[in-house]
């Protein structure tokens, strides 16, 4: 029942402050309230901790204002396959890394061989142990080839990432200069006046002019005055043709776009006598038993080089390393008894290597 006397005052409620907890009406001592603002500090260090622990985990993630997703940074798990090894599908078995240059020493073109994935290797239009070509498969064998893969390898690249394009003579020099090839093996003999517009690596093997005839000729004996007046074969743009025509200015100089083509000449009777370096022609005396012989001395010293850019160093440099470790592992060794030492003639002391 109401009643006509004051009415009891209610006791103030205490402000929250930063040692008052939300909520509590101040209702806990000093001691108590201290303590949980300690807490809640902790709190938000474990957060913070735990936030950064995280990306160290997984990364940062960088966010693509023009695509509006995210993406992890390169090399973590970015879905990019694999460089190219011997199986194409990483590092050689023997631990040899694609990028055997060193990438700050890299040119963009030199760069470019890794990211691309495969190899572009130019080989000369031959059919000889330097170089045949199967006649089902098209596969491409020789003493030339097994340099292109020790080469390839060397770079990080097995078989499978070799794409080998077939030059003619004529436009080796060209096909190097404007780098439509990563580098060209196929007998191109290292001379002064070729240094001008390309660079060298080697030379992988050294070897001299010869000729060569039909086993029933006993009148030809070499690289001398009897080819005077006789049809005498060699390779547009070679060193072996320029030589015939300087030296021998009345031998009738045939010229074809390669020394396969000269080869069947001289079986029909077309021509006389075939002139380049002896080690291609012991392959076509290989080829043909009791057909073909060489006759005479060689009467140059052709030293073959890889060919490459002028402008890609790095790439000459590695090419030559890689030629240093088949040299003295045997490897080429190897490759040579293999092909051009079914000749009967035994595998030469390795070449030094030119370094300019």
């Avoid at 023009?66 to 970015?78: H, L, Q, Y």
């Avoid at 070729?194 to 080697?202: D, N, S």
Wanted: glycine share 10%.
């Amino acid at each position: 029942m109401p009643t006509d006397g004051p009415t009891p005052e209610r006791p103030e409620r205490p402000e929250e402050s930063d040692e008052t907890p939300p909520g509590s009406g101040g209702v806990f001592p000093l001691p108590v309230r201290e303590a949980m603002k300690a807490a809640r500090v902790v709190s938000v260090l474990l957060a913070v901790a735990l936030i950064v622990g995280l990306g160290l985990t997984f990364g940062p993630m960088v966010f693509d204002h023009d695509t509006a997703k995210d993406r992890t940074p390169a090399g973590k798990n970015s879905g990019s396959p694999p460089l190219p090894g011997p199986t194409g599908t990483g590092p050689t078995s023997t631990g040899t890394q694609p990028g055997t240059i060193p990438p700050s020493d890299l040119p963009d073109a030199s760069r470019r061989l890794l990211e691309r994935g495969f190899l572009n290797v130019g080989i000369a239009s031959n059919s000889t142990d330097l170089l045949s070509e199967g006649g089902v498969t098209g596969a491409y064998s020789g003493f030339d080839i097994e340099i292109a893969k020790v080469v390839a390898a060397h770079l990080g690249f097995g078989p499978d990432r070799i794409r080998f394009q077939s030059i003619p003579a004529q436009d080796r020099l060209r096909v190097i200069q404007q780098q439509v090839i990563d580098y060209y093996v196929g007998t191109l003999t290292i001379t002064d006046q070729r240094k001008q517009v390309i660079a060298f690596a080697g030379p992988y093997l050294v070897s001299g002019q010869g000729v060569l005839v039909r086993t029933d000729d006993r009148v030809l004996t070499g690289f001398d005055s009897l080819l005077a007046d006789r049809q005498v074969c060699s390779v547009t743009g070679t060193t072996t043709l320029a030589k015939l025509q300087h030296d021998i200015p009345k031998a009738i100089a045939v010229s074809r776009d390669n020394y396969g083509a000269c080869v069947q000449d001289l079986l029909s009777g077309h021509v006389d006598a075939v002139t380049t370096d002896q080690v291609l022609l012991q392959g076509y005396v290989a080829n043909n038993p009791g057909r073909l012989r060489l006759v005479g001395p060689a009467v140059t010293a052709e030293r073959y080089g890889i060919g490459v850019a002028i402008d890609n160093p790095p790439l000459r440099r590695a090419i030559d390393e890689a030629l240093r470790s088949a040299f003295t592992n045997g490897v080429w060794k190897d490759a040579y008894e293999r092909t051009l030492g079914r000749t009967g003639i035994p595998a030469p002391a390795a070449p030094v290597l030119e370094i300019s």
